[in-house]
């Protein structure tokens, strides 16, 4: 145990998820400092997702994320609002959206990746073995098939 002034590490005793939710909600505070003006938790992680992937749909970024096709529309609008982000109609299905990053969106979805590449090597999880990172990714996919069982 790490001890500070004669005290207990609060880290020490946190059961692993408390240590995952930690990390997690860091992360969101270090993210909202971007001077972008962008909302992490949900514009900016869609936003990436957009870009990284051709061809998503409203439906794919609700199926992604596990949120509500609600919550990806309201974003989506913010998005497109600030201009990083067009809806173009599916050549094979006139009733779907395509989602396309602009060239402004581009240019942000790079920085945001960059950003969290820095992030993740000021806090060393560049450093995590592989066999670590699919455990992790396991772990994550059980929790959700856990879920969907109830």
């Not at 005793?13 to 408390?18: D, K, Q």
Request: proline share 1%; glycine share 4%.
């Amino acid at each position: 145990m790490t001890k500070k002034n004669n005290e207990i590490d609060k880290f020490d005793s946190m059961p692993f998820i408390s240590l995952i939710h930690h990390i997690s909600r860091n992360k969101l505070k270090y993210s909202m400092k971007n001077p972008n003006g962008i909302d992490m938790v949900h514009e900016g992680r869609y936003l990436m997702e957009i870009h990284k992937c051709k061809n998503l749909s409203q439906d794919d970024l609700a199926n992604i994320f596990g949120q509500s096709k609600g919550t990806i529309a309201k974003a989506l609008r913010k998005l497109e609002d600030k201009e990083y982000v067009e809806r173009k109609i599916d050549d094979n299905n006139r009733r779907k959206y395509i989602l396309k990053t602009t060239k402004k969106g581009e240019e942000l979805a790079i920085l945001l990746k960059k950003d969290l590449k820095e992030w993740e090597k000021k806090v060393g999880i560049d450093k995590l073995d592989e066999n670590t990172k699919i455990q992790l990714i396991k772990i994550a996919r059980k929790s959700e098939e856990i879920l969907k069982d109830n």
